[in-house]
């Protein structure tokens, strides 16, 4: 039986993947490296140790990552002072009906605590969550099983007793190898080949998941 929820926060949670996309290809562009769309796809709540590796593989060892980084995080951070966040349609139903079923959730972001909980606390979600568990807080991040691991453990859970949501090739890689139930709710891409055998299932839209949910909680 399901007892716990386990989501990604960016591209699920709130509509901030497309940020993050955006400012990752203008960043680079800023310090001169033709960084497109697909390569910031690529990266998506990827830990730094491997996306590093990844942008290397493309642009060269001399990548300077850190810069390109700090640029990205400046203009975003700008952005979102400026106009907002937004929230993926049917998160509030979602995290309103969990709640309801007594059903535990934790966050599982790539994104830094302090930052993903100001988000939150910004659309008025934080408080659905039972824990916020950051890639920052285990040794390994995505697509390493770590955080899910973690989160699971955080909510005194086993990870096969919990739902996991993510919308990335990354992060599905992670719920699976950690043993929770992975559902995908499609959000820049759709389910490559490789990634479908990984998941428990495909919802359309965070209300798909109600669903999903609800008929584990049936048995």
């Known amino acids: 039986m399901i007892k ?3 989501s990604d926060m960016d591209g699920v949670i709130l509509d901030s ?4 996309v955006r400012f990752w290809c203008e960043a680079g562009r800023f310090y001169g490296y033709p960084l497109e769309e697909f390569h910031a796809l690529s990266i998506r709540s990827m830990a730094r140790p491997y996306a590093v590796e990844r942008l290397k593989g493309f642009f060269g060892e001399n990548f300077d990552y850190d810069s390109v980084r700090n640029k990205r995080v400046e203009l975003m951070d700008a952005y979102v002072e400026k106009n907002g966040i937004d929230t993926k349609s049917g998160a509030e139903e979602l995290l309103r009906y969990l709640k309801e079923n007594g059903i535990k959730t934790a966050l599982a972001t790539a994104t830094p ?3 993903a909980k100001r988000y939150l606390e910004m659309v008025g979600l934080l408080e659905y969550f ?4 950051s890639a920052r807080m285990v040794k390994n991040g995505k697509p390493a099983p770590d955080i899910y691991l973690y989160a699971a453990e955080r909510l005194k859970l086993n990870p096969a007793e919990c739902i996991a949501l993510e919308d990335s090739p990354n992060g599905i890689r992670s719920a699976s190898a950690a043993g929770c139930k992975t559902v ?3 959000d820049l891409d759709q389910p490559a080949e490789e990634i ?3 998941l428990f299932g495909v919802a359309d839209g965070l209300t798909g998941v109600i669903g ?3 008929a584990e909680i049936r048995g």
């Open 113 to 115: 605590a302090d930052r």
């Open 4 to 6: 716990g929820v386990i």
């Open 130 to 133: 039972d824990e916020v568990c």
């Open 17 to 20: 993947e497309k940020l993050y």
């Open 184 to 186: 995908m709710i499609p």
């Open 196 to 198: 479908k055998p990984l």
């Open 212 to 214: 999903i949910v609800g």
